[in-house]
Nanobody, 122 residues
Framework: QVQLAESGGGLAQAGGSLRLSCVASGRAFSSYNMGWFRQAPGKEREFVAGISRIGGRTYYGDSVKGRFTVSRDNTKNTLHLQMNSLKPDDTAVYYC???????????????WGPGTQVTVSS
């Protein structure tokens, strides 16, 4: 079991930046692939970014490539998502997830945080 808790969400203006963090407790953080997903009202949850447990390879959704950066600090059991050049379309609840399956799919994760709201104004 692992428990996840996101922080860092809030209100930003278009073109601005936010940094999300996810702290994990429980079983070894380093043994999990980690991911960020988001869900906007009336839309399905979508993959944003992920990082592998071995080698720290990163993956990004097409809509955030070049703007968002995912990183992990295994010494602090923490996952980060640096979001730059924010757009109103980035408005959503952002979820942190941990798992051992395919990094870019929802089904690849077993554990989820409660989510943090990100709102980008135009």
């Amino acid at each position: 079991q692992v428990q996840l808790a996101e922080s860092g969400g809030g209100l930003a203006q278009a073109g601005g930046s936010l940094r999300l963090s996810c702290v994990a407790s429980g079983r070894a953080f380093s043994s999990y692939n980690m991911g960020w997903f988001r869900q906007a009202p009336g839309k399905e949850r979508e993959f944003v970014a992920g990082i592998s447990r071995i080698g720290g390879r990163t993956y990004y959704g097409d809509s955030v490539k070049g703007r968002f950066t995912v990183s992990r600090d295994n010494t602090k059991n923490t996952l980060h998502l640096q979001m730059n050049s924010l757009k109103p379309d980035d408005t959503a609840v952002y979820y942190c997830a941990a798992g051992g399956g395919t990094i870019t799919t929802i089904t690849g994760y077993d554990y989820w945080g409660p989510g943090t709201q990100v709102t980008v104004s135009s």
